[in-house]
């Protein structure tokens, strides 16, 4: 007897988008906070900071105060400006998604 199964969601189409190349330190790069405000966000961010200040002493960083709560009531307002606040202020890469 052979049975065949029929995945009820269908294939997976498979979309390849070019990543950007990564960077060969993170030393003078700008780098965005973004956070959700759970998980002692404040203790979070000072602790990467430090961390990562210690091995690049060039970087420079952008507090997750500027963009906003990408989380809550107006996570879509923060979402939809997110892209023009990123280039305003000349992010390379962002921190997001930390937890506590």
Known sequence: MVY?????????ARQRKARAALPRSLDGLT?????????DSEFTFEAIEIAL?????GIKF????????TY????????RTLP????RFQCDAVISATAG
């Open 4 to 12: 065949e199964v029929v995945h009820p969601l269908g294939r997976r």
């Open 31 to 39: 780098i965005g906070e973004l956070s959700n405000y759970k998980f």
């Open 53 to 57: 200040r210690k091995r690049y002493p």
């Open 62 to 69: 952008v507090s997750h105060k500027e963009f906003g709560d």
């Open 72 to 79: 809550g009531t107006r996570e879509s307002d923060v979402i």
């Open 84 to 87: 023009d606040k990123l280039k």
